[in-house]
């Protein structure tokens, strides 16, 4: 479950808060360690996740003071960055430390809550319901695929909202196959993108969804940049 608090979106549930430690994980990301009342920042990294258990293993800090405040049960902030988002952990506490031949880890409690934020590196520019421009949605999990409607698309990726409940539900950081028809320059685009986000809102029936467009060839690139100059250009006249 997502909630937005200060346009900020937060993941409560331990299915979401798993997808985003399995990120980290697979990303081999370091994150930056912080523990209360203190100035220190140390490094570490997230060895695995256990969404049964809800913990996951984070690796042996980099300094000797976040070790010991991690013996002491001091809680701790956790930050984070994976393909262009920015993930934050507070209140965050070790239950358990344990060694194996590779050295000393700790094992984690799933947050309460968790921070995920796609930075606004690019200038979003809202999509008209007149446009009509419509997302097609395919990979290995949903072979027939699924359709959309785009709210919004700047350099870096779009948003868009499907009509009721997706199944199977997809999964934050999942790879779909997408194609669109962009109507301002008369020109299609078909790409990889990432879903980063997926909540689905009851209260309207419908699903969100934030994608983050994949690699782009030098001409999709263009053409992605062509079409959100030419929406803010339509918002102004």
């Given at each position: 479950m997502a909630s937005n608090s200060n346009q900020e979106r937060y993941y409560t549930s331990a299915g979401d808060i798993f997808s985003v430690l399995r990120a980290?994980?697979?990303d081999r990301s370091s994150i930056s360690i912080q523990f209360d009342n203190s100035s220190i920042v140390s490094a570490s990294m997230v060895l695995e996740a256990n969404l049964r258990d809800r913990t996951f293993r984070l690796d042996e800090f980099s300094t000797a003071d976040a070790h010991k405040r991690a013996v002491a049960g001091t809680n701790f902030t956790m930050r984070a960055s994976v393909n262009g988002i920015r993930v934050l952990a507070k209140d965050m506490k070790v239950v358990r430390i344990s060694e194996d031949r590779d050295g000393v880890f700790y094992e984690v409690a799933f947050p309460e809550r968790l921070l995920y934020l796609q930075r606004r590196d690019a200038f979003r520019a809202w999509v008209p319901g007149t446009l009509m421009v419509n997302v097609a949605c395919k990979n290995d999990n949903h072979p027939t695929g699924f359709k959309g409607r785009m709210q919004n698309m700047s350099a870096t990726g779009f948003r868009m909202v499907v009509d009721g409940?997706?199944?199977?539900?997809?999964?934050?950081?999942?790879?779909f196959q997408i194609s669109t028809r962009l109507p301002l320059i008369d020109q299609n685009l078909s790409c990889e993108s990432t879903a980063m986000y997926v909540q689905y809102v009851q209260e309207r029936n419908h699903t969100v969804f934030g994608f983050r467009f994949g690699n782009?060839?030098?001409?999709e690139q263009l053409a992605v940049n062509r079409f959100v100059t030419q929406l803010q250009r339509e918002a102004i006249t």
């Amino acid at each position: 479950m997502a909630s937005n608090s200060n346009q900020e979106r937060y993941y409560t549930s331990a299915g979401d808060i798993f997808s985003v430690l399995r990120a980290l994980v697979s990303d081999r990301s370091s994150i930056s360690i912080q523990f209360d009342n203190s100035s220190i920042v140390s490094a570490s990294m997230v060895l695995e996740a256990n969404l049964r258990d809800r913990t996951f293993r984070l690796d042996e800090f980099s300094t000797a003071d976040a070790h010991k405040r991690a013996v002491a049960g001091t809680n701790f902030t956790m930050r984070a960055s994976v393909n262009g988002i920015r993930v934050l952990a507070k209140d965050m506490k070790v239950v358990r430390i344990s060694e194996d031949r590779d050295g000393v880890f700790y094992e984690v409690a799933f947050p309460e809550r968790l921070l995920y934020l796609q930075r606004r590196d690019a200038f979003r520019a809202w999509v008209p319901g007149t446009l009509m421009v419509n997302v097609a949605c395919k990979n290995d999990n949903h072979p027939t695929g699924f359709k959309g409607r785009m709210q919004n698309m700047s350099a870096t990726g779009f948003r868009m909202v499907v009509d009721g409940k997706v199944l199977p539900a997809p999964e934050m950081m999942e790879n779909f196959q997408i194609s669109t028809r962009l109507p301002l320059i008369d020109q299609n685009l078909s790409c990889e993108s990432t879903a980063m986000y997926v909540q689905y809102v009851q209260e309207r029936n419908h699903t969100v969804f934030g994608f983050r467009f994949g690699n782009l060839g030098r001409q999709e690139q263009l053409a992605v940049n062509r079409f959100v100059t030419q929406l803010q250009r339509e918002a102004i006249t």
